[in-house]
């Protein structure tokens, strides 16, 4: 079984990206999106990121706060339902970066987007529809990406880069991964 009490490691993207989340913490703080436990924002914290951390559990939360606390750090985590609507509890174009991994709410993404400071970072992974042929995982339709469909979600940033791709060892996951920059205009 799986020890819960401490999240996995922080996907591929986010690990490659650090010296530019680095950057982008300059123009703001980093804001992981459905953060969980805390996969990817105790890293963050770790590498002295300012984070905050948005989920709907509050017992995430709580871990989450825990586990930074124990780093010396406090982390701003702000509970809410994401699918409740289109907005997030946040102002628009404060964030240096928004991160998102394995979360999928469309309505959202123009939200996630106007988050973002000028010069802003979107690093996105989530699954794809060719997770449905694998015998795990999500396979709703409503989690789950269409090929090339990522990109367009995010019609008023740049993309950087952009592929899908099987993931992860031993079982792996049917994923897209997103890098987009908010124009500074």
């Given at each position: 079984?799986?020890?819960?009490?401490?999240?996995?490691?922080?996907?591929?993207?986010?690990?490659?990206?650090?010296?530019?989340?680095?950057?982008?913490?300059?123009?703001?703080?980093?804001?992981?999106?459905?953060?969980?436990?805390?996969?990817?924002?105790?890293?963050?914290?770790?590498?002295?990121?300012?984070?905050?951390?948005?989920?709907?559990?509050?017992?995430?939360?709580a871990d989450l706060r825990r586990e930074a606390q124990?780093?010396?750090?406090?982390?701003p985590c702000i509970r809410a339902d994401l699918e409740?609507?289109?907005?997030?509890?946040?102002?628009?174009?404060?964030?240096?970066?928004?991160?998102?991994?394995?979360?999928?709410?469309?309505?959202?993404?123009?939200?996630?987007?106007?988050?973002?400071?000028?010069?802003?970072?979107?690093?996105?992974?989530?699954?794809?529809?060719?997770?449905?042929?694998?015998?795990?995982?999500?396979?709703?339709?409503?989690?789950?990406?269409?090929?090339?469909e990522l990109p367009g979600l995010f019609p008023s940033?740049?993309?950087?880069?952009?592929?899908?791709?099987?993931?992860?060892?031993?079982?792996?996951?049917?994923?897209?991964?997103?890098?987009?920059?908010?124009?500074?205009?």
């Open positions: 079984m799986p020890d819960i009490s401490r999240p996995p490691q922080p996907s591929r993207l986010f690990v490659s990206h650090l010296e530019r989340l680095r950057s982008a913490g300059r123009l703001g703080p980093l804001v992981d999106v459905a953060c969980g436990r805390g996969r990817h924002a105790v890293p963050a914290v770790r590498a002295g990121l300012p984070l905050i951390g948005l989920d709907r559990s509050p017992q995430f939360l124990a780093l010396g750090e406090d982390v409740s609507g289109p907005t997030l509890p946040l102002r628009e174009g404060i964030c240096g970066a928004v991160l998102v991994f394995r979360y999928l709410h469309r309505p959202l993404c123009d939200a996630l987007a106007a988050l973002l400071a000028p010069g802003g970072l979107l690093l996105y992974e989530t699954f794809t529809a060719a997770q449905r042929d694998l015998p795990y995982g999500p396979n709703r339709p409503e989690f789950l990406l269409a090929e090339g940033l740049e993309i950087e880069s952009y592929e899908e791709l099987e993931s992860g060892r031993p079982r792996p996951d049917a994923i897209a991964r997103l890098v987009a920059r908010k124009p500074i205009t």
